[in-house]
């Protein structure tokens, strides 16, 4: 937005009334007004939201959430003081614009107002959001800009890359072309446990024999967290379930001692172990026996944790050379240790060219370049470098594979 000074717009939860909301409203518009420009901030409060808050956050979402409510009735003055202190905040703080708006169709009368319109947070497109439980996806469409008729721009947003309609449409593809002639393990795992429970009830009812569910990851939680959070998506699905452990990528480590009380649950039968730690794999496989099968998450320690027990890879490599991989599995369970080792070894410079940027950026090049034709990556992912495209492709070459 370099340049001569343009009418901003900005439209967020700037009302949400706790800091993250408030403060990154309030540091965008400040950001952007030290540039120079104009900035309104959009006093959009949606009827639902404006409800939520009403009464002191009690929802009356059900029973379990109305028993929820009832233990803030001891605090339920504090709230308010801490409600009127933000809302304090936001008039002496925040250019809002001269209106507030409250539905979605009120918004067409700024259509013309800004040079630019601003769209932003990590809640604006919340799967589980309080409105979206109420009135329907149709509570995102002022954060979707479709009102604005000039330049937009959308900062922080979070959306997972695929909807939860994308997902389950994906599932119920695969089921339906596998057609039971090999278990379908749909990954349905999420960082809010109510949210994964209802889309792992869904991934079930599609079809899915099994699911692959990873750990809560930026709002990380406890050991005993992970035991209750991993329950309730199991009980929601009443299918198996293989936890997920990554915590390269989730900040989250599942700990041994956690893996044994998770093996306790009847339909909590598998760890996908990516932690690349091979002692504490060899701890969990101490701990949990037979109760909990190990798989490697890596691709380079498949041999290592079939050693220690495990039952097998959930692999990158497998989407450019499964045969490659199966072969490796074969002949250690067939007790070919030697030949399952050699073919670890071959399968390592692949390995390697398909983690050379982040996972699946590498990946989606190489079947791309396969031809089949998996697409473009979903931003924020983008196109691997030159130089890591030509090692993807010498590593393709080298296996015979182009």
């Known amino acids: 937005m370099a340049g001569h000074p343009l009418n901003v717009g900005i439209i967020t939860y700037h009302a949400a009334y706790n800091y993250g909301s408030v403060l990154q409203a309030y540091a965008t518009q400040t950001k952007i007004a030290s540039m120079g420009h104009h900035v309104t901030m959009i006093d959009y409060r949606s009827e639902e939201g404006e409800r939520y808050y009403r009464n002191l956050y009690f929802r009356g979402q059900g029973l379990k959430s109305t028993l929820a409510d009832m233990t803030m009735l001891p605090v339920a003055t504090k709230r308010k003081l801490r409600m009127e202190r933000f ?32 769209s932003g947070s990590d809640q604006i497109i919340n799967k589980h959001s309080n409105e979206l439980e109420r009135v329907g996806w149709g509570y995102m469409d002022p954060y979707l800009l479709a009102w604005a008729q000039c330049r937009k721009i959308s900062y922080a947003s979070s959306p997972a890359t695929m909807t939860d309609e994308e997902q389950l449409a994906a599932i119920k593809f695969t089921v339906d072309t596998v057609n039971h002639r090999v278990p379908v393990i749909a990954g349905a795992g999420s960082n809010d446990t109510d949210h994964g429970c209802a889309l792992a009830a869904k991934s079930a009812e599609c079809g899915a024999d099994a699911l692959l569910l990873v750990t809560p990851y930026y709002n990380k939680t406890t050991q005993a967290g992970l035991v209750v959070h991993f329950t309730a998506m199991a009980d929601a699905a009443g299918i198996p379930v293989i936890v997920y452990n990554v915590p390269s990528r989730t900040g989250l480590n599942i700990a041994p001692e956690t893996a044994l ?40 320690q498949v041999v290592p944790l079939l050693s220690l027990g495990g039952k097998g890879v959930i692999s990158v490599v497998s989407n450019v050379k499964p045969e490659l991989v199966h072969a490796c599995c074969k002949a250690w369970f067939e007790g070919d240790t030697k030949k399952a080792c050699q073919l670890q070894l071959e399968m390592l410079p692949l390995a390697d060219a398909l983690f050379c940027e982040v996972n699946p950026i590498p990946v989606k090049y190489a079947m791309n370049v396969l031809g089949w034709n998996a697409g473009a990556c979903r931003l924020p992912l983008v196109e691997p470098s030159d130089a890591h495209k030509e090692k993807i492709e010498q590593a393709l070459a080298a296996e015979g594979l182009i």
């Open 261 to 300: 009380e998770l093996s306790k649950h009847p339909l909590i039968n598998g760890i996908k172990e990516a932690s690349g730690n091979i002692s504490q794999v060899a701890k969990i496989a101490q701990l949990c026996g037979d109760e909990l099968n190990i798989y490697s998450g890596n691709d380079d």
């Open 87 to 118: 809302e304090r905040f936001i008039r002496e703080n925040m250019r809002l614009s001269q209106n507030q708006y409250h539905k979605p169709g009120e918004l067409g009368k700024l259509a013309d107002a800004f040079d630019v319109a601003v």
